[in-house]
């Protein structure tokens, strides 16, 4: 199997995976534990998620803001956060 074809079937189950963690009722602590775990790649793969499905930010602003304002992740939690933390009302 050729390196493309190999990237696009890792494109495919990430899709899958993505649809499943959605719609899985246990969502909001698994992003919860992602978000505050030591982990970097665990980190990542919530801040990615968020971006593609921002619905949950509000509900964790408290752990996206320590993210928000750290000099490791700012750059990646930065808009989600930043955004929720401005609006008015």
Same mark, same amino acid.
């Given at each position: 199997?050729?390196?493309?074809? /190999?990237?696009? #079937? $890792?494109?495919?189950?990430?899709?899958?995976?993505?649809? /499943?963690?959605?719609? $899985?009722?246990?969502?909001?602590?698994?992003?919860? #534990?992602?978000?505050?775990?030591? &982990?970097?790649?665990?980190?990542?793969?919530?801040? /990615?998620?968020?971006?593609?499905?921002?619905?949950?930010?509000?509900?964790?602003? &408290?752990?996206?803001?320590?993210?928000?304002?750290?000099?490791?992740?700012?750059?990646?939690?930065?808009?989600?956060? $930043?955004?929720?933390?401005?609006?008015?009302?």
């Amino acid at each position: 199997m050729s390196r493309w074809a /190999e990237y696009v #079937q $890792a494109v495919q189950v990430l899709a899958r995976a993505r649809a /499943e963690v959605l719609h $899985a009722p246990g969502r909001a602590e698994w992003l919860k #534990q992602a978000l505050t775990s030591s &982990d970097g790649l665990q980190r990542s793969a919530g801040l /990615e998620f968020l971006t593609t499905f921002p619905d949950e930010v509000p509900a964790l602003l &408290d752990q996206l803001f320590p993210l928000a304002i750290s000099h490791s992740t700012g750059c990646c939690a930065g808009p989600e956060g $930043a955004a929720w933390l401005m609006k008015d009302g």
